[in-house]
């Protein structure tokens, strides 16, 4: 079985400042690793994957995620929090590779960016 | 040009009755998906589709069931509904040159009174 933990409800930074949303992930064979953010009363928005290759992943609105291998984790990143940044993001896990199966989100952090 | 369309956006039911929920990508993707996101944004997978096959099906009660007329559609028809069945229901869609990538509808707020 494969699962995800977000250990932080919310996360507050400062407008400006760099941000981490932290993921760690658990799969029994190769990981697929990915972030969706949510805004209020919308669906969710797929914002960057790891399969392979580079540990560091960019993706959409200058975020980042770097793959560890060892820490099973894989954080977000951004090195300048907007306040357009605040919502609620989703880490999300998939052993299969195949796409067919559907993914293991986690419980979603908060991110607060104040201005 | 809305590439995951869901209606009814909000759904209020009372207990006992019979509801469908209907999903539309125009996205040309192949498989579907349908999600529930519950009170404390939980997500959670439900069932997904793959050229009107069912792939998965998660530990749902069997009075929720998906239909998939083509392979543009996947609807979820909820029988004999129940308080706890309140929750946001999403569908989404990937297709098979990003598998990976999941495209998510607005959701589908379904309230059991």
């Known amino acids: 079985a494969q699962s995800v933990a977000q250990p932080e409800d919310q996360v507050n930074v400062a407008e400006g400042n760099p941000l981490t949303v932290k993921c760690t992930y658990s799969?029994?064979?190769?990981?697929?690793l990915f972030w969706y953010v949510q805004y209020p009363n919308r669906g969710l928005q797929f914002l960057l994957k790891?399969?392979?290759?580079?540990?560091l992943v960019k993706g959409s609105y200058g975020f980042e995620a770097e793959f560890n291998k060892s820490q099973t984790s894989f954080h977000l990143k951004k090195p300048s929090a907007l306040v357009s940044d605040s919502a609620l993001y989703f880490c999300?896990?998939?052993?299969?590779?195949?796409?067919?199966?559907?993914?293991?989100f986690g419980k979603g952090t908060h991110l607060i960016i104040q201005p | 040009d809305t590439a995951v369309s869901q209606t009814p956006k909000y759904l209020v039911t009372q207990m006992g009755n019979d509801k469908s929920i209907k999903c539309e990508q125009n996205?040309?993707?192949?498989?579907m998906y349908w999600y529930k996101q519950d009170s404390k944004k939980f997500l959670k997978i439900m069932f997904s589709?793959?050229?009107?096959?069912?792939?998965i099906n998660e530990t749902v009660p069997n009075r929720f069931s998906p239909k998939s007329p083509d392979k543009a559609h996947l609807n979820l028809h909820i029988n004999s509904l129940e308080l706890g069945d309140s929750a946001v229901y999403f569908c989404?869609?990937?297709?098979?040159?990003?598998?990976?990538?999941?495209?998510f509808g607005p959701g589908t707020r379904l309230t059991v009174t």
């Open positions: 799969v029994s064979g190769n990981p697929y």
């Open positions: 996205l040309g993707h192949d498989t």
């Open positions: 790891y399969i392979t290759g580079d540990n």
């Open positions: 589709y793959n050229n009107k096959e069912l792939i």
């Open positions: 999300a896990v998939s052993d299969s590779g195949g796409g067919a199966d559907g993914l293991t």
């Open positions: 989404a869609s990937s297709g098979t040159a990003h598998p990976y990538e999941q495209y």
